[in-house]
């Protein structure tokens, strides 16, 4: 006798169903995943609006401070400016006015030393007529005729050394001098005339310029006043 022993079928899936249901796997993770980003991306984004707030605020601040800046500038601009007009040049005719109490300055000579100018051993004699006849004198000396003694000579106080003139020192010149000079009662020398010329004008010069700053003790009469008389000074002009 046969018995028949139930089957027991199973019915498996087609294969359309595994790929619809792959596939709506697939579907399902992209979204989370897509899910997952966008959230990312939303606190990204809103950290760095956090973040940049700052730096607006500051660059907002800049902003009007040059704004301001700006403003200050245009005010200056626009306020009314001050030309300084160009000074004319203007010629000055500028003359010296030489004040009436102005003194002179003397000019000052140059005082030949020692060894340029030697001085013969009778630096001073008394005039005498008959000593030196090739003088003529302008005019004569009047004498009191009551007087019988004579009066005394003149003496030397001061004497001026004469300067060598530059020329005739280069030049090698040499020579003797002999100056007649009028002493006058006060003792200075009223006038005074080359009585014997050395041949050199220069020289000569030099001789009358230094006589007249000479200074004697007048000579004086028998009664002790001083009166006019005449003196020769020989200057001697050589050269060491």
Known sequence: MNIERPTLEIKLPCRRELLFSSIGSVFIVLGVFGALALISISLATALYVVESSGPVVQYSEEIEKLEE?????????????????PL???????????SPDAIP?????EIP????????????????????????????VVRNPTSTSKPSSAKVVFRSAPVYPSGARRSGIEGKVVVL???????????ARVASSSGS??????ALKAARLYRFVPAKDSAGQGVATKAAIPFV????
Request: aromatic share 6%.
């Open 69 to 85: 800046v700006e403003k200050v500038s245009k005010n200056y601009e626009s306020s009314p400016s001050i030309s300084i007009p």
């Open 88 to 98: 004319s040049s203007v010629p000055l005719d500028l003359q010296l006015v030489q």
């Open 105 to 109: 300055i003397p000019k000052i000579e």
């Open 113 to 140: 030393t020692m060894d340029d100018l030697a001085w013969s051993e009778e630096a001073f004699e008394p005039w005498d007529e008959k000593k030196k006849p090739e003088v003529k004198p302008k005019s004569q």
């Open 181 to 191: 000079v009028g002493v006058a009662p006060s003792g200075r020398v009223s006038n």
């Open 201 to 206: 004008g220069s020289l000569d010069a030099a």
């Open 237 to 240: 002009f050589r050269l060491r």
